[in-house]
């Protein structure tokens, strides 16, 4: 037997916590508890969210040759 034996139940719980925090925090409650669930899902598996996250890394970018600079004629420097 749980205690959530009805839809009405989580309705219930629905529109209380909407009357306690309001219609604009309850997705950043919502996106902070399943970010805190995934992170405590990790931990207990021991998964690490930076190795599979992680883009691959680009290699090294090839150095490209830089102009050399010329001595100004005297027709520019005048």
Known sequence: MGY???PW???LLLL???LLFGGKRLP???KALGSGMREFKDA???H???DSDAPP???PA???ATPTTATPTERETV
């Open 9 to 11: 139940h989580i309705v």
């Open 4 to 6: 959530f034996q009805t």
């Open 62 to 64: 090839e150095p490209t």
């Open 28 to 30: 950043e409650i919502g």
């Open 16 to 18: 209380i916590a909407l």
């Open 44 to 46: 207990v598996t021991g």
């Open 57 to 59: 890394e680009l290699p």
């Open 48 to 50: 690490s969210p930076a």
